[in-house]
């Protein structure tokens, strides 16, 4: 059974940076895709990045040139690297594992298991 534990979220200014961290447990197959996503109160998920098993990314139009998604194999954990911080960027993230389908999928539904999300608040 896959496990993933998001952390480092937290309250930041405008400008400001942050790294996420998703640890997972249990194992996978070897064709995967790991992806965050991103809800704001009263507000649908949202797709923010996703990260193939051999290296391909994809990111919204909204944190293009901002977020970076990463993993560390070893370590068995993903990152997102979120940088010049907005205020629309407050919400809770959530990390997503799924199997690949050909494509970097943006739908949460594609997905099979997620963490608990941590919380990303950023002042003007």
């Known amino acids: 059974q896959v496990q993933l534990v998001e952390s480092g979220g937290g309250l930041v200014q405008a400008g400001d940076s942050l790294r996420l961290s998703c640890a997972q447990s249990?194992?996978?197959?070897?064709?995967?895709?790991m992806a965050w996503f991103r809800q704001g109160s009263g507000e649908e998920r949202e797709f923010v990045a996703a990260?193939?098993?051999?290296?391909?990314?994809r990111y919204a139009d909204s944190v293009t040139g901002r977020f970076t998604i990463a993993r560390d194999n070893a370590e068995n954990t993903l990152y997102l690297q979120m940088n010049s911080l907005k205020p629309e960027d407050t919400a809770v993230y959530y990390c997503?594992?799924?199997?690949?389908?050909?494509?970097?999928?943006?739908?949460?539904?594609?997905?099979?298991?997620w963490g608990q999300g941590t919380q990303v608040t950023v002042s003007s």
């Open positions: 990260l193939s098993a051999y290296g391909a990314t």
């Open positions: 997503e594992l799924g199997a690949y389908r050909g494509y970097l999928s943006t739908d949460p539904t594609h997905y099979n298991y």
């Open positions: 249990g194992r996978t197959g070897s064709n995967y895709v």
